[in-house]
């Protein structure tokens, strides 16, 4: 009795106390194995309140270990055994057993109940931080589907933006192509032989020499004096040259044409279409450059719409426009004949006939070359003729001289442009055919 009433005495003063304290004053254990059989609910409950999850595995080691467990307990160890050793694992170098002030030889002093007890408290409470870290797995398993479908989304985002932004490429790419894509006609290579072609039927047309050509001098020495020519009459070089002069007469008189007729085309009584898409066009091209230049922003698309408007506008021109039957073609070639029978006279039918047919051909080739064709370039190509007394530039101009030669050279006749871009950086498409002669000391270059 004695010994149980100095236990409740002990009790009693501690639970008197704010301090709580594990200890008396004399360091000695509050609860001591004499003692313990009356204690060992406050000391369980005690346990039981740990709040550190540390401080539980430390005690699920402990008294695991110090278990006797019997046959039919074999079964939870096996069940425990992984989890007990990644705990084990966790805390190896960090054993803090003193932090509870309980050692495993008074832990082993318990009764058997009591340590199966207090081993049942701690899988509680191991339980309820396994229940939470459950939740805790939940959540995250349900952020990583949220996550998953957020970036399957950007996937499928970003799938598009490519797919768009080919598109986009493609465009561009077909917008700086410098030939169309349903015509070949208008690339270099063909451009270049076409206007090639041209100039072979220029010469067959112009010609005065031989026996079907008889040159009518006095008007064929004005018109050689009208563009600063230096030979004169009579002279087999002045045939030549005269050949020259009215292959540059007939490109004029064409473009000449050409430029009444697009501009009096809704006041005749004529088939205007042609007119009426190319004075519709510049001033689309005009528009879409004033978008480009006054609404900034930072697209490609702007920028090229206007050099495409006129490639396609221009080569379809080039396929159907001014037709062999179209009026203007009838009327330009027969002024050309007209105008060629002024300086010279053809003495045989057959040639007669054959520069009637050249004369629709070069009248429809040149208003296609040059009105046409050369604006289907990604850059716009013009012509330029070079006048009489200018000196011979090789790079701009070809003809029977020598590059070592020209420096004392200058144009007698320029009979065919040069073509190509002469607006800030000078690019030649194809040098302008030339006459040259020797150049006259102390004399002034025409420009």
């Not at 598009?160 to 894509?181: F, G, H, P, R």
């Not at 990604?378 to 590059?403: C, P, T």
């Amino acid at each position: 009795m004695s010994k149980k009433g100095n236990s409740t005495a002990i009790i009693k003063q501690r639970e008197s106390k704010e301090l709580q304290r594990l200890t008396k004053n004399d360091d000695m254990p509050l609860y001591t194995l004499e003692c313990f059989s009356y204690v060992e609910w406050k000391l369980i409950r005690w346990l039981a309140s740990l709040k550190n999850v540390e401080n539980l595995i430390y005690l699920f080691i402990v008294i695991w270990n110090s278990v006797s467990l019997q046959s039919n307990e074999q079964i939870l160890l096996h069940e425990f055994n992984k989890e007990t050793n990644k705990m084990v694992a966790a805390v190896n170098e960090l054993t803090k057993l003193k932090a509870l002030d309980i050692s495993q030889k008074q832990l082993q002093r318990l009764t058997n109940d009591h340590k199966m007890y207090l081993r049942q408290t701690i899988f509680n409470r191991l339980n309820s931080f396994r229940s939470t870290a459950i939740q805790i797995q939940n959540a995250w398993k349900k952020e990583e589907s949220i996550l998953k479908e957020q970036i399957k989304t950007l996937k499928e985002e970003n799938k598009t933006l490519k797919e768009e932004n080919l598109q986009q490429q493609a465009v561009l790419d077909n917008v700086i192509k410098v030939s169309c894509d349903y015509d070949d006609s208008n690339n270099t290579a063909k451009l270049i032989a076409d206007i090639e072609e041209l100039q072979d039927m220029l010469s067959d047309f112009t010609m005065v020499q031989g026996s079907d050509f008889k040159v009518n001098i006095d008007v064929a020495t004005s018109l050689l004096k009208k563009y600063n020519c230096q030979e004169e009459y009579p002279s087999t070089d002045a045939d030549f040259i005269l050949g020259a002069v009215l292959q540059r007469c007939t490109i004029a008189t064409i473009l000449d044409e050409l430029q009444k007729h697009l501009q009096n085309a809704r006041s005749d009584n004529i088939d205007t279409l042609e007119s009426d898409i190319v004075n519709t066009t510049e001033r689309l091209i005009k528009y879409t450059e004033l978008l480009r230049d006054k609404r900034k922003d930072s697209d490609d698309i702007s920028k090229f719409t206007p050099i495409k408007i006129r490639q396609y506008v221009y080569s379809a021109l080039g396929c159907r426009g001014f037709l062999d039957d179209n009026p203007l073609i009838k009327i330009t070639a027969n002024k050309l004949l007209i105008k060629m029978n002024n300086f010279r006279q053809v003495m045989g039918k057959e040639t007669s006939d054959e520069l009637y047919d050249l004369a629709f051909s070069i009248t429809r080739e040149v208003i296609n070359i040059f009105c046409f064709r050369l604006k289907t370039q990604a850059s716009e190509l013009q012509h330029k003729f070079f006048q009489a007394g200018q000196a011979i530039d090789v790079r701009l101009m070809r003809g029977s001289f020598g590059s070592d030669e020209a420096k004392n050279l200058e144009v007698e006749i320029c009979a065919f442009p040069c073509i190509g871009v002469f607006d800030g950086e000078q690019k030649v498409f194809t040098r302008a055919q030339v006459i040259a002669r020797t150049k006259r000391r102390n004399s002034d270059e025409f420009i």
